[in-house]
């Protein structure tokens, strides 16, 4: 099969809709997981949002069954793609190469502690842009994907009929 070939895709059919139910069971559970972060960013004057939290909203949220949108892996992904990327950035220094190999170091170690969470891929990116001190692993990074998990927790479970999370 050529290149061609393979990139107009399988034709493959569209994911069935989402339920209105769905659709705004997750709209307000990313509203509020943010605005919560955020009021406490605010009210406590510390950092604790990531850009990167907001695409962990929309699986935790709208795709709260998947093994991504688990607790495991939002709170330890999102944690050892900072670290990785701290590392890096302190070592190496802010260059090309060494923002590419922690990235891609990040998800093999993702993938090798059974903890992969994508939106967590693009935290050495921003590790990168913002080249902050050690500290930026535990604010925003772990403050802030444990209070989303927390937010989570009580929602799911007061929304749902089923449990959240499927396993620690």
């Known amino acids: 099969m ?5 990139i107009r895709g399988d034709s ?5 809709h989402a339920s209105g139910k769905s659709v705004a069971l997750a709209f307000v559970g990313g509203f509020l997981a943010i605005a919560v972060i955020a009021l406490l960013a605010q009210s406590l004057h510390v950092a604790l949002v990531l850009g ?18 688990q607790p495991r892996n939002v709170i330890a992904g999102h944690l050892f793609s900072t670290l990785i990327g701290l590392v890096f950035v302190h070592l190496c220094g802010p260059h090309w190469w ?7 170091s990040a998800i093999a170690m993702m993938m090798l502690t059974r903890t992969v969470h994508p939106p967590a ?32 927790l ?7 009929e089923t449990r959240w999370p499927k396993y620690w």
């Open 2 to 6: 050529n290149f061609l070939t393979k």
């Open 12 to 16: 493959a059919a569209l994911p069935p």
């Open 52 to 69: 990167s939290f907001g695409a962990s909203c929309v699986l935790v949220f709208g795709y709260p069954e998947v093994p991504f949108s």
């Open 98 to 104: 060494s923002v590419a190999l922690a990235v891609g």
């Open 121 to 152: 891929g693009s935290n050495p990116v921003i590790v990168f842009l913002m080249q902050p001190g050690w500290g930026f692993a535990l604010f925003p990074t772990l403050a802030g994907a444990v209070l989303l998990v927390l937010v989570a």
């Open 154 to 160: 009580v929602f799911h479970n007061v929304t749902r």
